[in-house]
C-alpha cells in the first residue's frame, strides 16, 4: 500500500475506514514486512495506539491478537490494549511478553475477574 492510499484512510472516520486504516497499518508487520526502520515502525504503532481510542470493539479487539504475539510493542500501547474491555485484553494479557509484573499486578488490582483469568494462563508471570 502507497502512503496516498494510507493517508486517504487516515481522512476516512467511518467504521469501515477505521478498520481499513488498522489492517493496513497492522499488516506492515507481518513478516513479508521487514524493511520497515525503527523510525517508521514507531510511527505506525503510533497510528494503531491513536487508532485504538478511535476505534469500536471489533476492530480494538483484532488488533489486540495481531499485536500479542510481537516483542517489539510498545510497551505503552499493550497497557491499553490490557486495560480495555476484557474480550480486548484477553490476548495482550494472555500472551504478551511486553508487559511487566507490575503492568499484570495492577489490572489485577484494577480490572474484572475476566483479566484476571487471561492473566492466569501466561506461561510465565
Known sequence: MEAHDLLKLARDRST??????SDAVSDLFSD????????????????????VNQCEVAIRKMLSQKLAP???VPRE??????SDEADVAYPILASCGVLKDD?????IRNRTVQHQLAITIRNQV
Open 16 to 21: 469501515d475506514g477505521r478498520r481499513a486504516l
Open 77 to 82: 500501547l499493550a497497557l491499553e490494549l490490557a
Open 70 to 72: 510481537r516483542e517489539d
Open 32 to 51: 513479508g514486512h521487514k524493511e520497515l526502520s525503527d523510525r517508521e515502525r514507531a510511527l505506525m504503532y503510533e497510528i494503531l495506539r491513536q487508532l
Open 103 to 107: 503492568d499484570l499486578i495492577e489490572v
